[in-house]
């Protein structure tokens, strides 16, 4: 082999090996940053598991006060045209959370009527409020705390007036306690989500560069 090949040989070695060395660099790093950001995804999931974990007794309280309420009795609310104060102050409340979606709250007690519809497919979409919660906005919880506290009087009568609307009540409270909790998790949620997503992005980028290693 000629001089001159041999320098071109050797310049070729010496400028793959300088490829390899810079992209072997950026392979450490990038597992480094991947490395830091599934460690800050696991801390970020386990914070907002047991945050939700300890908000359990709190949904089973909603789905415990449900198995109280009775549609016959919610058929006969249904009917009044103009119930006592304390199932009117409940009913909307309860139309203030709007678990069919679709609700006005400036309805009022005919709102309410229309919700119940059919008083036990009324009940199985409180059993999926859970579902809508990310619908759920803070101005209807602090309204619906409003309601509570001005009406305070005639909501301790509700135990003594109808059990079903006794039970409804018991739902509102434990949904609006849920929300508190909801909106400490979902911002943390979504910054996993996010994390995630980055995450796949930083695999498929030291895939590439490995890819690219395996072939100088």
Do not use: C
Not at 38 to 60: F, H, R, S
Not at 81 to 104: H, I, R, T
Not at 134 to 143: A, E, I, P, T, W
């Amino acid at each position: 082999m000629e001089k001159e090949q041999v320098e071109i040989l050797i310049e070729d070695i010496k400028h793959k090996s300088e490829i390899t060395e810079k992209h072997t660099e950026k392979a450490v790093i990038k597992k480094q940053d991947l490395d830091v950001k599934n460690n800050e995804i696991k801390v970020k999931k386990a914070e907002a598991d047991e945050i939700l974990e300890n908000a359990i007794p709190i949904l089973e309280k909603a789905k415990n006060a449900l198995n109280n309420i009775q549609a016959k009795e919610l058929s006969l609310l249904k009917a009044m045209p103009n119930p006592p104060d304390a199932v009117k102050v409940v009913g909307q409340m309860v139309l203030v959370l709007k678990p069919k979606g679709n609700e006005d709250e400036k309805d009022g007690w005919n709102g309410v009527k229309i919700m119940f519809g059919s008083p036990s497919t009324f009940v199985e979409t409180l059993k999926n409020y859970g579902t809508r919660m990310k619908y759920l906005r803070g101005h209807q919880v602090d309204k619906v705390n409003k309601i509570r506290d001005e009406k305070q009087k005639d909501i301790e009568k509700i135990d003594s007036i109808n059990s079903s609307a006794a039970a409804l009540f018991q739902w509102v409270t434990a949904t609006t306690n849920y929300y508190e909790v909801y909106k400490k998790v979902e911002p943390m949620q979504q910054k996993v989500d996010e994390m995630s997503a980055l995450k796949v992005v930083l695999e498929s980028d030291l895939t590439e560069t490995k890819e690219l290693l395996d072939r100088l």
